[in-house]
């Protein structure tokens, strides 16, 4: 086999230019850091066009899956270093084609050291000619079985056969940070995934009713919150005690109203916190039209009370899509598991479906809501989640 002892990470056509590409490079080299903290033997080395590590211990499989949860990366590779000459790179080259059960192949080699005396074409030729008088593999430029990459860099060129894509995306903490409003369904932890891979840093921030809601409730979401926080590392959850406010609520404006009220004050409390918190926007699992406080009329009634932006990921996609996304990160299973909602705990016959401003603040000026509020802000728990498969692995 070719030994393989160095890992490529490509970034992609980046759009960010200037001191933005070096941030992304420098924040996308701290997350590969965090992503693989548990291996110490790696050296990287970060360069404008990848970054490069190299492993002293062999251990590519568990890599390959940390790396593929790591926003930013285009696409990686494990690849051989060889030194940078014709001799020892196509010496590489013709063994990783000897070894391969591939018909057909073809050279594609990108010359980042100008210096290197062939250009990338004439590499391209002299290897490709030693591989076709050495093996009986033929040359397809158009689908070839066995893509065979040179990098060529001033002192080493990384040689590979496979390229594994990326999550994509930009890297975790470059775009600032949201706060989530996280329930236990199927919706929000699909949100806040789609706001990580926007380089967004989230915060988590739950409402739970005890007793009405319970423990294992409670324990879902914090599972789903440590599935979602290997893509960052780790995640600030924020836990807030709703029963008192949601009881005050139905009691002030009973049925129709109850929802359109108690969203006002999820959408208040969170924009308490996420000033404290430094979060620049909220974020939810919210898709339009997909019950009642979700059409547009809902929305901008339950909006209209606060001023920090809303970003909705899922805003404008089918149900089906949505539960495609949680399969694919792996939340689903989890995310169906039946356990009560404070929102369901509740549930009105008759949801108002469009809701009128003023008539929320007529129920609202009939209670004390301010101080209710207050004590959801001041009283909510807070704790770090991280990865649980990581921590039992420690133990
Ligand atoms: P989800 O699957 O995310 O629960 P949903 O389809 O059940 O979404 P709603 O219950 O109307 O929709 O909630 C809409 C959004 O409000 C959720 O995506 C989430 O962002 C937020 N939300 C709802 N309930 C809670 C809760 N108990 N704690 C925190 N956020 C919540
Ligand atoms: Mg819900």
Redesign the pocket.
Known sequence: MAEYDTILIRYGELSTKGHNRKNFIRRLEANIRQALAEYPHLQYRRTYDGIYIKMTVVHPQALREKLSRVFGISSFSFTQAVDSNMEAITKACLQIAAQSPAHTFKMITRRHDKSFPLNSDAINRAVADAILQQTDKKVDVHHPELPIQVEVQARKTYITAEKIPGAGGYPVGINGKCL?????????PV?VYEMMKRGIEVEA???ASPPYTSEQAKEKMLTLASMLSVYQGSMKVHIVSFTDLQLAIYKAAGDPYAVTLMRRM?FRIAERIAAEEGCLVLG???SIG??A??TLESMVCINSVIRIPVIRPLACLDKVEIIDLARRIGTYET?ILPYE???TIFDPKNPVTRPHEDKAAFYEARFDWQSLVETCVQTRQTQIVTSRKEQEEFL
């Open positions: 989530v409003l996280l329930s236990g369904g199927i919706d929000s949100a921030l739950h409402f999820m939810t699992g919210e997909q019950v406080s979700q995310s909602d404070c929102c």
